[in-house]
Every structure is written in C-alpha cells, then in structure tokens.
C-alpha cells in the first residue's frame, strides 16, 4: 500500500521560510517522479515543483528562485524548502508520485501552509 505523508506547514510571517517533507513508503521511490502540488480555497490543484526520475527539476514561474525542491531516495523523502513566502503562498500543499511508465499517481493527504502577518 503506497502512502505519502507531509510535515512541515504551519503559520508563518510574510518573508519567512518553512521546509515541507513528504515521507513514501510502498514504492519504489527512486523511480517515481516526485512532485509538489497546492491548492488554495476555490482554486484549483496546482503543480509546484516537480523533481522527475533521472530529469531536471521544474518550477511553477511564481516560485521560481524562493522554492527548491530535493528528494533523497535513501531515506523515501521529498522536500520543498520554501523561502520568501508570500500571502499568495497560503494554500494546501500535496506531495505526489507518478509511476514513470504507467503513470498511476498517488497523493498525500495534504498540509496546511498559512502566509500571514
């Protein structure tokens, strides 16, 4: 049974940082594409960061040079070290797994990032 488990958010001040992780367990975690996903209330689900299996990592354009996201495949994590947070970064964050091949995707349950003075 694949799961995907997050850590990390909480409230912060605008400028702050905060460092999301997502621990995978029931994969085999070196060959998934790992990503980074949020979705703020009544919007939609949004690709954040996205670090592939063997490929380059890949930004949203509005968190390009404040976000970095870095897996380390013997431990099964993913994280998102999020720098110069915005109010407009207020949203629920997701970590997400694709299988390279057949693309079953599986989804974390999600943690709250709040921006806020």
């Known amino acids: 049974q694949v799961r995907l488990v997050e850590s990390g958010g909480g409230l912060v001040q605008p400028g702050g940082s905060l460092r999301l992780s997502c621990a995978a367990s029931?994969?085999?975690?070196?060959?998934?594409?790992m990503n980074w996903y949020r979705q703020a209330p009544g919007k939609q689900r949004d690709l954040v960061a996205a670090?592939?299996?063997?490929?380059?990592?890949n930004y949203a354009d509005s968190v390009k040079g404040r976000f970095t996201i870095s897996r380390d495949n013997a431990e099964n994590t993913v994280d998102l070290q999020m720098n110069s947070l915005k109010p407009e970064d207020t949203a629920v964050y997701y970590c997400?797994?694709?299988?390279?091949?057949?693309?079953?995707?599986?989804w974390g349950q999600g943690t709250q990032v709040t921006v806020s003075s």
């Open positions: 997400n797994a694709v299988h390279p091949f057949n693309r079953a995707s599986y």
């Open positions: 029931g994969l085999a975690f070196s060959i998934f594409h």
């Open positions: 670090i592939p299996f063997g490929g380059a990592t």
